[in-house]
């Protein structure tokens, strides 16, 4: 499964971007997707999953009630809509697929290259 990561970009607090994650790959379908981030001197961290079929999401307590998780599989994609940003959501968002949804980045065999979002006061 190859990925490809894009929505980033400049915005203000409270601003509402949208990020997505384009697979290749017929089985894309079968594999759960997570959305990280990586914020400059910090570790990779979880924010946001869904399972293989959609039925199932899990956030990062700091993002839920503020992004959602999607996925269209007819499309091969998974989006990230992120609403009310703050400077502190500022980081490198990356998206990973497994055939299992971990909130851990390590056990992702498939990642995004990463696009930037930077959030301004």
């Known amino acids: 499964v190859q990925l490809q990561?894009?929505?980033?970009g400049s915005v203000q607090a409270g601003g509402s971007p949208r990020l997505s994650c384009a697979a290749s790959g017929r089985t894309f379908s079968s594999y759960g997707v997570g959305w990280f981030r990586q914020a400059p001197g910090l570790e990779r961290e979880f924010v946001a999953a869904i399972s293989s079929t959609g039925r199932s999401t899990f956030y990062?307590?700091?993002v839920k009630g503020r992004f959602t998780i999607s996925r269209d599989n007819s499309k091969n994609t998974v989006s990230l809509q992120m609403n009310s940003l703050q400077p502190e959501d500022t980081a490198v968002?990356?998206?990973?697929?497994?055939?299992?949804?971990?909130?851990?980045?390590?056990?992702y065999d498939y990642w995004g290259q990463g696009t930037l979002v930077t959030v301004s006061s």
Not at 5 to 8: L, N, Q, R
Not at 95 to 105: E, G, K, L, P, S
């Open 5 to 8: 990561a894009s929505g980033g």
């Open 93 to 107: 968002y990356y998206c990973a697929a497994d055939q299992i949804v971990h909130r851990d980045y390590v056990l």
């Open 60 to 62: 990062e307590d700091s």
